[in-house]
């Protein structure tokens, strides 16, 4: 819960607090959702500190954001698992580390009776230097500046500052409290008060919103204490934070740090991350250094979130786990939860109970939620698909499906009021058309009225996992019905759609590919949307969650290949493998494909469908390190988790078809790599036998398992309970491994039997 980070002032990129640009930095919060887009997420009650006031007088110190901000020295940020520090350009160095629900800060000073501080800083003509005597504050404003209501009050003597606000979620409806709870040790107090904007006085000690008191206004607000000069030119700061009350703030903090020990606190979190990442060894050697880094850190930024809120939760009591920043799931199913429920399923056991819990107390089972908000839903209603990934890979401990179905049918089957913010919209039509009409009328909820291409296909894919449950639990007749629904991504196929675009002179031309997803209206008619709106290259920024268009942050080209439920049937009505193949090359090669959002994770792997897994790994290393590295600039778009997690399993050799127990396969990036299996003392091990550190050598050429001829382009999840040994050879250019039809992943046709409805059978794949 605790996460420790300098705030930066980075419009429209500090979502997670700090960025690595030449803005200025605001502070030190606490608390933050990290690598999420859009508008920035708590950094709450942030810590700034003075080295000293002009003339000795606090009142010329700056305390609000507007006028406090100040360069950090180049240079000096440095990161790892559970530490950061910073150097700013008034001489105080800033260091942290963090508990589950505490942060810790050492503040270092030069120890001069003077400290030197750039001209920019006190909004002097010229530099100055002002006498040693650190000031810290606190504000109770947030990243987004959202709050509404708080109050704060600093007790001098015992070095302590209180405070609560009332603050808004950064991409959904409602508001949150949250409590905090600052001690200070070091350095001897020599006086405190409070603030308001960019205005200090030493009394009264307190603000409050509700009561007697200094009125607190929007913005800038808190308390301060000034010290004399510590004698070993440090401070440190225990920040508890809480969500239910002020005193769990300070317990929290108590409990988990009473000694105040920087060095044994940072030891204690970065044995906490290498637990952790212990699931995973690699053989490093002939891997560039960058690489490693990049794995690692995709691996490190997949666990960070959701997080994990138990025994925080005002909202409602409950035994169950309760994990918050689902932020959001449309982004975290395809690869972030997969990756857990291998690396850490006692987590994702948990998140999956939360998930159950959120539907029981709330009503509907969320897409997107942070800070005990429900967050806006960007397609489907995906928790289905995370909901039945579970269950399909054992992750069963604790776990009450009786509910999980229940919660599940409720997503397809009843609109709430709202579906802007939970379940699924314009229900009537689906259930009787087979498609959400551009021009539908919808009298049972409200929401916004666009995606609905994206919005179908991924309502059809939740129906598919639907139905993989319902199979499972022993509903066979509700099995067969959301079958059946899977299959209504063919009444978005418009087979006599083309590609018509600008070329580079502005001449309207078309390409030779016909046949994609369209919008259609409720008389059945096909209304255009141009194929290629919303991708890198045409009308980019065209399509969010209450623009007009049909396709939600991608292209009509972009969603005519998410089918996972079918994809055999989708290379037929692409014009079979060949025709499929030089489709999807031209998706990757033309600019079309964004691999800084994730639906353009699967799209990477989709050549196993027409028997190409060779050009699947061709294109992951288009992709890596080119777009995916250790650089500044190496994340291709908004992390959200997922980033990392496409990369991690990249450099591992596999990657999940999210909701069906299938991992595609590559060759890895290391030489081996051993994954912890669930039964205890066992590992799955990927090796290439004869790795080529050059990669000219990318192609599987030959497999075996557990040293038995495999030939199939995919593996079950029973390699990663179980363990055993995967061992590939890889040569420079394109076998024939995978490439024949009972080696390709498996499909899940809906078959139609002529004038008497629907056949269907999901216990025998296509494969």
């Not at 003075?50 to 020295?73: L, N, Q």
């Not at 196929?493 to 919008?519: C, K, T």
């Not at 288009?622 to 777009?627: C, E, G």
């Not at 498996?746 to 216990?763: C, H, K, L, M, N």
């Amino acid at each position: 819960m605790a996460k420790a980070v300098a705030d930066t002032q980075s419009p429209a990129e500090n979502a997670a607090g700090y960025v690595s640009d030449q803005n200025k930095v605001l502070g030190f919060s606490h608390m933050h959702d990290s690598g999420t887009g859009g508008n920035p997420s708590m950094g709450n009650f942030p810590l700034f500190v003075h080295p000293g006031c002009a003339e000795d007088a606090y009142e010329r110190c700056h305390y609000s954001t507007m006028f406090r901000a100040i360069h950090r020295v180049e240079g000096s940020a440095n990161a790892s698992a559970g530490y950061f520090r910073l150097n700013l350009t008034n001489h105080v160095q800033a260091e942290m580390t963090a508990t589950e629900h505490t942060a810790l800060y050492r503040f270092t000073f030069p120890g001069t009776d003077m400290v030197h501080v750039p001209d920019d800083y006190l909004g002097e003509e010229a530099s100055v230097s002002v006498p040693y005597s650190p000031l810290i504050l606190v504000d109770l404003i947030d990243l987004g500046n959202t709050r509404s209501i708080g109050g704060i009050q600093v007790y001098e003597d015992e070095m302590r500052i209180i405070g609560e606000g009332k603050y808004g979620p950064s991409f959904g409806i409602g508001s949150y409290g949250a409590f905090f709870c600052a001690d200070f040790r070091g350095a001897k107090p020599r006086r405190s008060g409070v603030f308001t904007s960019n205005k200090a006085m030493m009394h009264p000690k307190y603000l409050n919103s509700l009561q007697s008191g200094i009125s607190i206004p929007h913005g800038s607000a808190g308390a301060w204490l000034q010290f004399e000069p510590p004698e070993t030119n440090s401070i440190l700061a225990r920040v508890g934070v809480s969500f239910m009350s002020v005193d769990q703030a300070c317990q929290n903090a108590e409990r988990e740090i009473a000694d105040f020990d920087f060095e044994r606190v940072h030891h204690d979190a970065r044995a906490a991350w290498s637990e952790k990442l212990s699931a995973i060894q690699v053989d490093p050697v002939g891997v560039p250094e960058d690489m490693q880094t990049t794995f690692w850190s995709g691996l490190y930024r997949t666990l960070l979130s959701p997080q994990n809120y138990t025994n925080e939760n005002p909202l409602w009591n409950s035994s169950e786990p309760y994990y918050d920043s689902f932020y959001c799931i449309w982004d975290s199913f395809r690869a972030q939860h997969p990756l857990l429920t291998i690396v850490d399923p006692k987590a994702q056991t948990e998140m999956v109970r939360a998930l159950i819990d959120i539907y029981r107390h709330d009503g509907k089972l969320p897409d997107c939620r942070m800070s005990f908000c429900k967050g806006y839903t960007q397609g489907g209603s995906n928790a289905d698909v995370v909901i039945a990934d579970a269950f399909l890979k054992n992750i069963t401990e604790g776990i009450d499906w009786a509910t999980a179905y229940e919660a599940v049918v409720s997503d397809a089957e009843v609109e709430p009021k709202n579906w802007g913010t939970e379940g699924r919209g314009n229900l009537v039509s689906w259930h009787e058309l087979g498609f959400i009409p551009w021009n539908d009328q919808d009298n049972n909820g409200t929401g916004p009225s666009s995606r609905t291409i994206s919005r179908g296909v991924e309502y059809a894919y939740d129906d598919f996992c639907i139905s993989l449950l319902a199979a499972g639990l022993g509903h066979e007749s509700d099995a067969a019905k959301y079958h059946g629904r899977s299959a209504n991504w063919q009444n978005y196929w418009n087979a006599e759609q083309r590609d018509i675009y600008r070329d580079p002179l502005g001449e309207i031309v078309q390409s030779h590919f016909e046949g994609f997803m369209q919008p259609r209206l409720m008389n059945g008619s096909f209304r255009y949307q141009n194929t290629r709106s919303c991708s890198p290259i045409h009308q980019t920024h065209s399509c969010y969650y209450d623009t007009a268009l049909d396709t939600y942050e991608g292209s009509p080209w972009l969603y005519s290949f998410f089918v996972p439920q079918d994809m055999a049937a989708l290379v037929q009505v692409m014009g079979g493998r060949r025709a499929f193949v030089e489709r999807l090359t031209y998706f990757h090669e033309s600019g079309l494909s964004y691999m800084g959002n994730e639906q353009g994770f699967l799209p990477t792997y989709q050549f196993h469908y027409a028997g190409r897994p060779g050009l699947s790994s061709y294109w992951v290393h288009r992709y890596i390190p080119s777009q995916f590295n250790a650089s500044v600039n190496g994340i291709p778009g908004n992390d959200d988790c997922a980033m990392g997690a496409f990369s991690a399993f990249a450099y591992m050799g596999f990657f999940p078809v999210a909701g069906q127990d299938v991992y595609l396969l590559s060759p890895p990036l290391f030489r081996e790599v051993r994954i912890r299996a669930r039964t205890p003392g066992k590992w799955a091990i990927i090796r290439v036998t004869n790795f080529d550190p050059t990669y000219e050598k990318k192609y599987i050429n030959a497999a075996k398992l557990n040293g038995k001829t495999y030939t199939r382009s995919w593996i079950s999840h029973e390699f990663f309970m179980k363990g055993g040994l995967l061992e590939f050879q890889v040569g420079a250019t394109e076998g024939d491994w995978g490439t024949r039809e009972e080696d390709l992943p498996p499909s899940y046709p809906v078959r139609w039997a002529q004038g008497a409805g629907a056949v269907y059978d999901i216990t025998q794949p296509r494969v």
